[in-house]
């Protein structure tokens, strides 16, 4: 039983992979430092290097399903990315928090093109007593020069 119980934790951490940590929280601008802006995320780990800029990360406390809040990739670098707060959570990030990377959204797809609407749908209908009184009406004779 405990043999069993011991292979169940090795595949789940062998599946789960490698994980990224929040190493460190950086302020960015002169004082008077507001909440979270300015705020830069540093994240370190071996999976850093699966991450793209504009990537979503989630933030959680180990042994805690807790979300502490969004991050958005701005830059990665060899073992190492850093984000900016998109969402925040219910407490403040800390050192040691655990990152969860998303599945990246697909890019926003553009809306068909709207089909050309048919030459003879926007012209008014003509009037077939229009088109005959035209035709029918005699021609002007030119005026004769004048001496």
């Known amino acids: 039983m405990v043999s069993l119980w011991s292979s169940l934790i090795l595949t ?3 599946l ?3 994980r990224i940590f929040l190493a460190r929280v950086e302020r960015t601008g002169l004082p008077p430092y507001t909440d979270d802006q300015g705020k830069i995320y540093i994240l370190q780990g071996e999976a850093c290097g699966t991450l793209r800029v504009r990537s979503r990360v989630v933030l959680q406390r180990p042994g805690s399903n807790l979300t502490i809040g969004t ?3 701005v830059s990665v670098a060899d073992g190492s ?3 900016t707060m998109m969402e925040p959570g219910i407490t403040f990030p800390m050192k040691g928090d655990e990152a969860i990377a998303l599945p990246d959204l697909p890019p926003p797809q553009a809306a068909p093109p709207a089909a050309p609407p048919q030459p003879n749908a926007l ?4 009037s077939s007593k229009r088109a005959t009184a035209r035709s029918t009406r005699p021609k002007r004779k030119p005026k004769p020069p004048v001496s």
């Open 81 to 83: 990315a850093v984000g």
């Open 12 to 14: 789940f951490s062998v």
């Open 16 to 18: 789960a992979g490698p």
């Open 123 to 126: 012209a008014p209908a003509r």
């Open 71 to 73: 991050l958005s990739i």
